[in-house]
């Protein structure tokens, strides 16, 4: 089994910048409405939001359903080698850092950045 991500995003290419210059990501595959980005085995895709139906009955996305509660009740996370590495590529490109690094009482250090359309993030290592 492998496992893959994808995301409803506003902004293709601002997201698409997010992943590659702030988390190191690699673009693979670029299309009008789609994207996907790798990083070693985590891979991640990127939808255009515009291509959902605007709102609609039933368990499927809207745009409607996708904008009101972007990742509520998920929290993606990225288990790296070199957090310190990592905190400070998503601080010199230019983004923000909503909690910063911290040593969890479960033996793990983490910081969370938002991604452009507000997806939780959660970046952590074990501690050296």
């Known amino acids: 089994m492998s496992f893959r991500i994808e995301r409803f995003v506003e902004d293709m290419d601002a997201s698409i910048r997010f992943y590659e210059h702030a988390l190191g ?7 009008p409405d789609y994207a996907s980005l790798r990083r070693g085995d985590a891979v991640l895709g990127l939808e255009r939001l515009a291509k959902l139906p605007l709102s609609g009955e039933g368990p499927g996305f809207t745009q409607e359903r996708v904008s009101t ?6 929290e ?3 288990e790296v080698d070199d957090l310190d590495a ?3 590529r998503v601080r010199d490109a230019g983004y923000a850092v909503a909690e910063p690094v ?6 793990l250090r983490d910081f969370r950045p938002a991604d452009p359309d507000g997806y ?7 501690w050296a």
Do not use: D
């Open 120 to 126: 939780y993030l959660r970046v952590t290592t074990q």
């Open 102 to 107: 911290q040593r969890r009482p479960w033996g």
């Open 86 to 88: 990592i905190t400070r």
């Open 76 to 78: 993606v996370v990225l």
């Open 69 to 74: 509660a972007r990742g509520a009740g998920v």
């Open 25 to 31: 990501f690699t673009l693979e595959r670029r299309e």
